[in-house]
């Protein structure tokens, strides 16, 4: 299990042709202690951007996170315990891939470098390191505008929540259009979003759940999520260094090595991100704004 009360021991692994430098830790059960006890601290997630949508979003996370976690995880139903626990379990694979000194570096520019290693039964697992010119909890509050995913990924459809839980826990069912030979894919996934209050990173971890009240539909083939996230940590000049990893079993009649090559489009994702958010949001730093 990934919480398991121990202390964490905290992994650092440079990939030896990246400038990127990851940290991880090997369990969460520290993480959750420090977040009962510390509470949530606006000024560890500062904000830069002077947008109206964005600061609206931004101000929802920071709503949901003000209460204290012991009193949301008491309004949390045995489903959202049980799933939070899995959550728990995605959190540390999370963290094994990313240390994991097995990545090859397949392409790379100014803005990003991405890495592909051999995953779980032969798909192929996708990373997207990075630094943007925007905060942490910026980033989060993009990613979690579902009407916006597809300003950096194209092949995205549509959003549909199954259920919201507290704790930033939440059952989602995403569909991607079809390509080519390949039908429509959709995704029943949980996501949980973890805001560490003791160094202002945010870990968001996803991967695939079942659940009665979304079966599978005839228009689109029901895919996979073996893991997927976010590690979103703080860097000087109120930037973000990004890890993006996604490793997906798309399902269906395609065989493995098309689903790989389809994965790779994944490793520039930082960069189609980061520009996609200076897009819609400006691209110059604004001054920061303090709550």
Known sequence: MGVNGTTPALLM?????????????STWGLLLLVRMKAGFDATKFPVIKKNAELLERIKT?????????????????PLGKELLKKAMDYHSKLDEILASPKWSEHSKDASYTGYTMKGEEGFLCIRSAGVVPFTPIEALAYIQMDGHKQEYD??????????????NLRVLVQKFKGKMFASPRDFLFLSHSI????????????????????PPT???VRGRLIIGGWVLKPVEGNKTLINYVTMVDLAGSLPTFIQNMAAK???SLVKTFSLAFQKRFGKQLDSLIKY
């Open 218 to 220: 005839k228009s689109h």
């Open 154 to 167: 194209e092949m995205y459809e549509s959003t549909v929540s199954v259920e919201d839980f507290p704790d």
């Open 13 to 25: 692994h440079k990939n030896p042709s990246s400038p990127f430098m990851v940290s991880t830790q």
């Open 265 to 267: 489009n994944q490793a």
């Open 195 to 214: 805001l560490n209050p003791a160094d202002g990173s945010i870990h968001i971890t996803a991967g695939s759940v079942e659940d009665s009240r979304a």
């Open 61 to 77: 996370i920071y709503k949901d996170n003000e209460e204290p976690q012991e009193a949301r995880l008491a309004k949390m139903n």
